[in-house]
T-cell receptor, first 115, second 114 residues
């Protein structure tokens, strides 16, 4: 069974500082990995995904994530945090294989950017 | 706005009543997904449609839950004989054949069962 772990319930960072939101995963085969952001009273918004190729993936709003196969991690990063980045961030995984494979989400990490 | 839309946004019902939610995916998206999200948790997969065919159902989807997508466009999720444990946010998402792995989510329907 596939799973995602987001070890931090909340991450606090000062505006202008770099931020990292951690994610580790477990799948039987090769993974597809995703990051989504959820603002209050709104649906999830897609940020970025890793399918194959370059381990560093760039996404929306200046976010990027690094796929590390040996550590089974896919941490989300941004060089300089904005107050408007404060939201709930979800990491998700699905296995690369034939047919439909459901996406499994983590429990989310609340990012608080302090002015 | 051409995003995924869901109706209603909020639903309050009494235990034992039936409720139905609607999802309109992004036009031309042939794949549609339903998720349930409870407080402090990530979305949990419920079911998946490719066009009008329901191809996958989670064990979370008990006999009281049914989903349809009759013409391959909008979808409905019905919960019969609601229970307090059904209180959650119900999210719909869609994706295209070309970018099947990028799911676009609607704003959700928040269900409260009293």
């Amino acid at each position: 069974a596939q799973s995602v772990a987001q070890p931090e319930d909340q991450v606090n960072v000062a505006e202008g500082n770099p931020l990292t939101v951690k994610c580790t995963y477990s799948v039987s085969g090769n993974p597809y990995l995703f990051w989504y952001v959820q603002y209050p009273n709104r649906g999830l918004q897609f940020l970025l995904k890793y399918i194959t190729g370059d381990n560093l993936v760039k996404g929306s709003y200046g976010f990027e994530a690094e796929f590390n196969k040996s550590q089974t991690s896919f941490h989300l990063k941004k060089p300089s945090a904005l107050v408007s980045d404060s939201a709930l961030y979800f990491c998700a995984v699905r296995e690369q294989s034939g047919g439909y494979q459901k996406v499994t989400f983590g429990i989310g990490t609340k990012l608080q950017v302090i002015p | 706005d051409t995003g995924v839309s869901q109706d209603p946004r909020h639903k309050i019902t009494k235990r034992g009543q039936n409720v139905t939610f609607r999802c309109d995916p992004i036009s031309e998206h042939n794949r549609l997904y339903w998720y349930r999200q409870t407080l402090g948790q990530g979305p949990e997969f419920l079911t998946y449609f490719q066009n009008e065919a329901q191809l996958e159902k989670s064990r979370l989807l008990s006999d009281r839950f049914s989903a349809e997508r009759p013409k391959g466009s909008f979808s409905t999720l019905e919960i019969q004989r609601t229970e307090q444990g059904d209180s959650a946010m119900y999210l719909c998402a869609s994706s295209s054949e070309r970018e099947r792995d990028t799911q676009y989510f609607g704003p959700g329907t928040r269900l409260t069962v009293l």
